[in-house]
């Protein structure tokens, strides 16, 4: 079964995403220059944006179907979205903000432990702080967590370093290898950075102008 399949048209202004692809690699990067509607396809996949007409399966599973009047809301879609700023409620300790992530799932027991998201993400010394005394790589890594938190069907990382230092930047990708590594969700990134595609992703599909001009392995992008 195709993990990913997109048939979208979505117009604001004058700006046009028509786009078409399939994948079924469960980690994935979306490449292109700014502007090119990486994060417009972002929206469309997570709920935040309608498309025109189209349709999004994730593993089998209709997200949005326009002829089949399909639309299921973002907080269903169980799409957990880490945003290039962290997001995370500064009244809030860190280990609530985590918390919060679970607050809209099925009650029952859980397929990802708040035990193993701390000890993935090294998050147990900040779980009594708030958010303003952490820096931008801890504030990133709490926010990673509390999208793993929500057990997500996939995880959905836009720009996640670009408000980092280079420093924090190498941080936050040794733990997203981490979590890569560990397999515990399906993760696509969405990046202009090319090392960033080669240390996250088993494929890239490229994005311009609002279209995917193509797809390959990162083993295939590294060669070229």
Sequence with gaps: MTFLALDVSYQRGDFHLEFLMQTDATALALFGPSGAGKTTLAHVLAGLL??????????????????????????????????????????????????????????????IAFEDVVSLLDLAPLLDRYPPSLSGGERQRVAIGRALMSEPRLLLLDE?????????????????????????????????????????????????????????????????
């Design 160 to 224: 996640p370093l670009s408000a980092l230092d280079e420093a924090r930047k190498d941080e936050i990708i040794a733990y997203l290898k981490r979590l890569r590594l560990a397999a515990l969700v399906p993760m696509i990134t969405i990046t202009h950075r090319r090392e960033e595609v080669l240390l996250l992703a088993d494929e890239v599909v490229f994005v311009d102008r609002g279209r995917c001009t193509g797809a390959q392995s990162t083993a295939s992008f590294a060669a070229g």
């Design 50 to 111: 309608t498309p025109q007409r189209g349709s999004v399966m994730l593993n089998g599973i209709p997200l949005f179907d326009h002829q089949a009047r399909i639309n299921v809301p973002p907080q269903r879609r169980r799409i957990g979205y880490v945003f290039q700023d962290a997001r995370l409620f500064p009244h809030l300790t860190i280990k609530n903000n985590l918390l919060y992530g679970r607050m809209w799932q099925p009650k029952g027991p859980s397929p």
